[in-house]
Structures are given as structure tokens and as C-alpha cells.
């Protein structure tokens, strides 16, 4: 499956700042160092999410050596979001590629 069109990851961006939004109580911790466009940016197309997502396209269906998914998330998401957050934005552009629908059920929209 390809990469995500920037229009879905906006979407998804857009998603995940309305649902952090609302479920503050969810993050383990605040995004101290993060910006919105560290997330994603969708002008430049760079960000958490298209990293992760590039990182899916470039490893679907590796059976060897593979660069482990924190290895693809940069600075300063790699050492300022806990597992959890990095874990919850990567199962998010998982069901965006694989189940739409979930997706906008869990984000809304």
C-alpha cells in the first residue's frame, strides 16, 4: 500500500488536534518542546505523522533487517513524546492506511 496522500494526513493531523484537545487527560505527558508541526506540517509535508508513514511504506512486507520505528521519528518527537504517544499517533496512521473508517471513528470527522 502507498504512503498516504497529504490530504489524509492533514486530516489526520487535523483529527488528532481536536481529539488531544478534548482528551487532554489522555497524555501521559504535555508536549513540552513539541509544536503542532512537529506532529505534521502539511505544507512541507514533515512531521510525526509523515514520518511514520513513510517509515510503514518503506518496511511493508521487510522480512529482514529494518530500521526500528523510533529510528525514524526525528527531533524533537523521538525524545520528547513517551511510548504511549508515539505508540497512539503510529496506530492511528495504521488504520488510516488499512481502515479508514476506524480512523475517523477514533478521531472523529
Not at 508513514?53 to 512486507?61: C, E, F, K
Request: net charge negative; charged share 15%; with cysteine.
Amino acid at each position: 500500500m502507498a504512503a498516504l496522500p497529504i490530504a489524509t494526513r492533514t486530516l489526520l493531523w487535523q483529527g488528532l488536534m481536536q481529539w488531544w484537545s478534548e482528551h487532554s487527560h489522555a497524555l501521559e505527558q504535555p508536549f513540552s518542546g513539541i509544536s503542532k508541526a512537529d506532529i505534521y506540517n502539511p505544507t512541507a509535508n514533515t512531521g510525526l505523522i509523515a514520518q511514520l508513514d513513510d517509515w510503514m511504506d518503506t518496511h511493508q512486507g521487510n522480512t529482514g533487517s529494518t530500521v526500528g520505528v523510533n529510528g525514524a521519528i526525528q527531533e524533537p518527537c523521538k525524545s520528547n513524546l513517551t511510548v504511549a504517544t508515539k505508540g497512539f499517533v503510529l496506530a492511528l496512521v495504521v488504520l488510516a492506511r488499512y481502515n479508514p473508517e476506524m480512523a475517523r471513528q477514533v478521531i472523529g470527522g
